[in-house]
């Protein structure tokens, strides 16, 4: 694999690991239910896509 793809890929990684960090913070410190929110967002955009 390319080296550039690499970085990429290890970019995207941490940026989607910041994106479920940020998620866990807010459920968190707004007392939500951290399932019930996941479920929330992956039933709308499995919506959206169908």
Same mark, same amino acid.
Do not use: P, W
């Given at each position: ?13 941490? @940026? ?11 459920? /968190?410190?707004?007392?939500? /239910?951290?399932? @019930?929110?996941? /479920? ?9 896509? /169908?």
């Amino acid at each position: 694999m390319d080296a550039r793809v690499e970085v990429r890929i290890i970019d995207l990684l941490s @940026e989607v690991g910041d994106v479920l960090c940020s998620h866990f913070c807010i459920t /968190n410190e707004t007392h939500t /239910n951290l399932e @019930e929110s996941i /479920n929330y967002v992956l039933n709308k955009y499995e919506q959206r896509f /169908n």
